[in-house]
């Protein structure tokens, strides 16, 4: 049965090391387009932080899709409409928020519209975050967030700090919400029925596809569970160990255009 929806990551997956698309990949997407494979920006980072993809791929077209946030958000790229939004309440901010300064590792929320943190000393990955996906960051405090739509909320720090704090996290939190690592210093935390896995079977059942016509590509352990839900895993040269054990393909690396090379390779006739 032909791949008829592919999901991809972006960050160590679709963009090399210094965050640029090869010209093979670009081909490589083109193509699939013009076979009608859909192909679907999966990723952990918010809308602002894709659309420059989206415009460089030419996927905003009628019928085309992306998924931000973890799966906190699938928008129509066409028209801007939002298929899915998986919103954290205040009091999951203020639990969250208050966890954060309980294991002194810095935190912030995010929207559509920016970052938010209640650190005075706003933290350098914070910044990193907003440099990243081109988002301005806001300072306020806990009061001053309960009109906010937040998509996701982030831990992030040095990673041995991170991982200090992540092994004190207790399980109720882990029962609550959807939590993630997507890198060694950024800790994601959703609303429980946000994954990338949920969003694209959301989408295979909209395009009425079956989950044999899926796949997903991608490197890190905020891909699990896209790759779980596909019929066709295909993970990184560069993903994680851990990850590679649930692939059904193992495509080259980000910086050999191993997007380019599953799409050609399992995907392309």
Known sequence: MSIKLVAVDIDGTLLTNDRKITPEVFEAVRDAKKQGVKVVITTGRPIAGVQILLDDLNLKDTGDYVITFNGGLVQDTATGENIITEVMTYDDYLDIEFLSRKLNVHMHAIT??????????IGKYTVHESTLVNMPIYYRTPEEMGDKEIIKMMFIDEPEILDAAI?????????????????PFYLEILNKTASKGNAITHLAEKMGLSLDQTMAIGDAENDRAMLEAVGNPVVMENGTPELKQIAKYITKSNEESGVAYALRKWVLK
Do not use: C, H, L, M
């Open 112 to 121: 559509k519209e920016g970052i938010f943190t209640a650190n005075r000393n």
């Open 167 to 183: 092994a004190k996290i207790p399980q109720e939190f882990y029962d609550k919400y959807t939590i993630v690592k997507s890198t």
